[in-house]
């Protein structure tokens, strides 16, 4: 008998015993007078698996808080936000619109500029042909 005893220790403590050889290694060790190591280990063993677990975790209540202001601001915020960016986009779009007047008003200055600078080459042409002269004559040779 405490040759089977020795085998089912052996394979115990190598993790190699099925469950079925851990009872017979349990009822063996109790019908058996010594091993009282091994005896306390297992009887220890059973005595905390039949224990209920009576610890249990203290349940804490948390009061939940009333997050209305966060929400509100948050909709404040999206709304300061919406205002900025609008504001924005409206000075871009009139800075873009006076930037195409005055543009437009350089391009009708250069238009009129250019027929102007077309009409003084012919009054160009004109002064060097001494026509002042010919056309009302010369006062003092008369």
């Not at 109790?30 to 610890?55: H, R």
Request: charged residues 25%; glycine residues 4%.
């Amino acid at each position: 008998m405490s040759q089977r005893i020795e085998e089912l220790l052996e394979k115990y403590w190598e993790a190699e015993s099925s469950q079925e050889e851990e009872q017979e290694l349990k009822t063996l060790l109790l019908s058996t007078e010594g091993y009282a190591d091994e005896k306390a280990l297992f009887l220890g063993l059973s005595d905390f698996s039949s224990e209920e677990p009576s610890l249990k975790m203290p349940t804490k209540v948390v009061p939940i808080k009333s997050r209305n202001w966060m929400n509100w601001a948050a909709s404040a915020a999206i709304l300061i936000g919406s205002v900025w960016g609008w504001r924005v986009y409206e000075q871009k779009q009139a800075e873009q619109e006076a930037y195409m007047e005055v543009m437009q008003a350089f391009a009708l200055i250069q238009t009129n500029l250019s027929r102007g600078q077309e009409q003084m080459t012919i009054m160009n042409d004109m002064k060097y042909l001494n026509t002042t002269n010919q056309l009302f004559g010369n006062p003092s040779n008369k």
